[in-house]
């Protein structure tokens, strides 16, 4: 297992569209495992594939207080969702930033394991927020795409300024 470097926005790499994973051999289930522990390290309650740098439509999740009860999803898609709620996010993309946003309450989500079944999983309140934040990552959208053009401007002016500083 192996710690991987979290993308900062305002990186491009962020905004590309992942590719769907075609076969689930050993590279992805590694992949898996070293974003899974990255996300344990960070620490967060999911992780996107493009936030490591990898092109691939795979995600993990974790929102349990016990920090035991990982998803890892591989071609996610939301194929049902319904009702609105407002929640804080977070970003390991975006340090040091939290905004309210409104999203879905309720989702149905369809993916595949690591073993290429394809399972289909229904999720209200944070995990719900959770997965349409990861899924959100492997199209190109962050969390800041949803908020309005000055808390947008402002939040780039900081992470601009913080590269300047950190590098
Ligand atoms: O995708 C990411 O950048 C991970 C992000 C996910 C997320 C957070 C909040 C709402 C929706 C999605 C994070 O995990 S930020 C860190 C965080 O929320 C957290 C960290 C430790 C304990 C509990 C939460
Ligand atoms: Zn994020």
């Not at 999803?73 to 977070?90: D, V």
């Not at 934040?133 to 800041?144: K, P, Y």
Request: with cysteine; glycine share 8%.
């Amino acid at each position: 297992m192996a710690l991987l470097k979290i993308v900062e926005y305002p990186d491009t790499r962020l905004k590309g569209l992942a590719q769907p994973v075609a076969r689930i051999d050993r590279e992805i289930r590694q992949l898996a495992d070293d974003m899974a522990e990255t996300m344990y390290d960070a620490p967060g309650i999911g992780l996107a594939a493009p936030q490591v740098a990898a092109g691939q439509r795979l995600i993990v999740v974790d929102v349990s207080d016990g920090r035991n009860e990982l998803l890892t999803l591989i071609n996610p898609e939301i194929i049902e969702k319904s009702g609105e709620e407002e929640m804080k996010e977070g970003c390991l993309s975006v340090p040091g930033v939290l905004e309210t946003v409104r999203r879905a309450d309720r989702v149905k989500v369809r993916a595949q394991d690591v073993s290429g079944k394809t399972l289909e999983l229904e999720a209200d309140g944070l995990l719900a927020v959770c997965l349409q934040h990861e899924i959100d990552h492997l199209n190109g959208v962050l969390f800041v795409d949803h908020l309005s053009r000055l808390k947008q401007n402002l939040i780039r002016r900081k992470a601009e300024k913080r590269m300047r500083q950190h590098g």
